[in-house]
């Protein structure tokens, strides 16, 4: 019984250590998707993001075509990965 009124006046011990987990978890950042952000700044992928932009655009503006980006979204994701790739195992070295 008193272990109970415990309970109901201090709360769920889970409940606080959930919390504190969640704060955590806001507070990380991803290395990757820092490395990633920093690549897409570079003048390549700058480049083929623009290509994508102006596709989608096109696309965007007509109503009825059967063209999609797909070959922008795949040159900008392949300049970005490749950017990633490669400092990121140069570190490993």
């Not at 392949?78 to 990633?84: G, K, L, N």
């Amino acid at each position: 019984m008193v272990f109970e009124e415990k309970m109901i006046l201090n709360g769920e011990p889970e409940d606080e250590e959930e919390e504190e987990e969640e704060e955590e978890e806001e507070d990380m950042v991803d290395p990757i998707e820092s490395l990633r952000q920093k690549c897409e700044e570079a003048e390549h992928c700058v480049h083929t993001r623009e290509r994508l932009e102006q596709c989608e655009t096109r696309v965007g503006s007509r109503s009825a075509t059967l063209e999609d980006c797909t070959e922008e979204l795949f040159d900008f994701l392949h300049a970005r990965d490749h950017c990633v790739a490669h400092k990121l195992f140069h570190s490993v070295k």
